[in-house]
């Protein structure tokens, strides 16, 4: 019993540790190659304001409601970004609005 | 949740696979003028090894998943494991042994009715706690091997065969609440093994805190009827790289708890620098025995486990997996040795214009 208290007692002070020097250091995360492989005529309207409203919360969205199980794939076809979505959608719960924002954040 | 097979049996479950991807292909085909919508290969493909109390195993494994839309309701999704085990002969002779797995993980079909809906039939991925539907693929995992308690409450296959309601029941700016609830028919079939049970999983998720807090319960309906409680506790602090999971079952017999915490380092470059694609991560986790009755898959006595990783997420999809455990209990304690090399696919069915 004492060994469990001891291992307890390890497990807290290393989370503590962890979360505190996690706290201590925050960075802003530097936004992940997600996105979908670019198409030439896509990439023209990057420069648009509310594009590119929608990308940041699009790269929320994934960051808070993908990411937060797996790490992200380093790109794939835009041919298949909605099927990713549905799947999302389904094992991830999405609502509406989300799954509208990371499909646009996939096909800019 | 890998089941051994026999040759004939391996061949059958190919012979299956066989089948699905034809289906596929052919509704795929039906189907193929939706631009973002062509049907997905994905999975994983690793190479692990594991030193546990001097003897090491070797295993490769590919595990593919699928993935094809069918009109703007429907999702047909598939993954399955095949593997090749070797492992030391017993009773002293030298050399190695093997042994093969293969089978479905799951088999479903996903109709969405609307956002705060989706109906799923098929052989599903049980929704008890977290660990099983989220973090059993073996390009997600952090360790190539699962909690210890991860087998309680899910009725010895992992899986069930009948339907699932699930979907977002609330969704706020700050905060959003989704569920899923199944009922399960009993079967034997080799692929497709499940238990008379029904149950669900409910979590809170609040997305400014990046806190997730959510409960299951299930009930086997058959045989002797047991229920089994789980709570998961998730939280991703905004703006770093840093996780941590936890969750807690209990059953009849037995309980445990998991806590998992993984980090990357950012203030070097960022996550694609040298050092920043390091990814330490701690598990610690505790089962207790509440009985001597043995009806789930934890261990046999109390046992207390501390895993220490270090992963490297290399180029291109792959990651190196590393960690040692120590483990306590009263039938002695032992050190765990575990490395694999881990890559993950993702494209489309077939080749586009």
């Known amino acids: ?108 | 949740m890998w089941r051994p097979i026999s040759l004939i049996k391996y061949l059958t479950c190919t012979h299956a696979l066989h089948s699905v991807l034809l289906a596929l292909a052919f509704f795929g085909a039906v189907h193929r003028s939706a631009a973002q919508d062509t049907p997905l290969l994905s999975g994983g493909v690793g190479f692990l090894t594991s030193t546990n109390g001097g003897n090491t195993t070797y295993t490769p494994i590919i595990e593919p998943l699928i993935a094809a839309p069918i009109g703007k309701h429907v999702l047909i999704e598939s993954r399955a494991a095949l593997l090749e085990s070797f492992f030391p002969k017993q009773n002293g002779e030298s050399g190695y042994d093997h042994s093969h797995f293969a089978g479905f993980t799951y088999l479903q079909a996903d109709y969405v009715v609307s956002h705060h809906l989706t109906i799923v039939g098929g052989d599903y991925l049980l929704p008890f706690n977290t660990y099983n539907e989220r973090l059993s693929p073996v390009w997600i995992g952090n360790f190539q091997d699962g909690p210890l308690v991860a087998s309680l409450g899910l009725l010895s296959s992992g899986t069930g065969l009948g339907g699932m309601l699930r979907g977002n029941a609330i969704a706020r700016s700050k905060y959003s609440i989704d569920y899923a609830w199944f009922f399960s028919a009993a079967s034997t079939n080799e692929q497709f093994t499940a238990q008379r049970a029904t149950g669900g999983r409910t979590s809170l998720y609040l997305p400014q805190q990046r806190l997730e807090i959510g409960l299951s319960y299930d009930r086997r309906l058959q045989d002797t009827q047991e229920n089994f409680y789980g709570m998961h506790v998730w939280w991703e602090p905004k703006d770093t790289a840093f996780r941590l999971r936890s969750e807690y079952a209990r059953g009849h017999h037995a309980q445990g708890y998991w806590i998992e915490a993984d980090y990357r380092i950012q203030a070097f470059g960022g996550l694609d620098s040298f050092i920043g694609r390091f990814e330490p991560v701690f598990r610690m986790q505790q089962t207790f025995r509440r009985d001597n009755i043995v009806s789930d898959g934890l261990p046999l006595v109390d046992t207390q486990r501390a895993d220490f990783g270090l992963d490297y997420n290399l180029p291109h999809n792959t990651r190196i997996l590393t960690s040692y455990a120590r483990q306590f209990s009263s039938t002695g304690d032992r050190n765990i040795w575990e490395t694999g090399i881990v890559y993950r696919f993702l494209f489309p069915a077939w080749k586009g214009k």
């Open chain 1, 1 to 108: 019993m004492s060994l469990s208290r001891l291992l307890s007692a390890a497990t807290l002070t290393c989370s503590l540790v962890m979360i505190s020097f996690v706290l201590s250091a925050q960075t802003p995360a530097p936004k992940k190659s997600v996105p979908a492989k670019k198409s030439d005529a896509a990439t023209q309207d990057s420069s648009n304001a509310q594009s590119s409203s929608d990308q940041d919360e699009g790269d929320r969205l994934f960051q808070t409601r993908c990411s937060r199980c797996h790490n992200a794939p380093e790109g794939f076809s835009p041919r298949i970004s909605g099927t990713i979505v549905r799947h999302m959608r389904i094992r991830a719960s999405l609502s509406q609005h989300e799954e509208e924002a990371i499909l646009r954040f996939f096909n800019p």
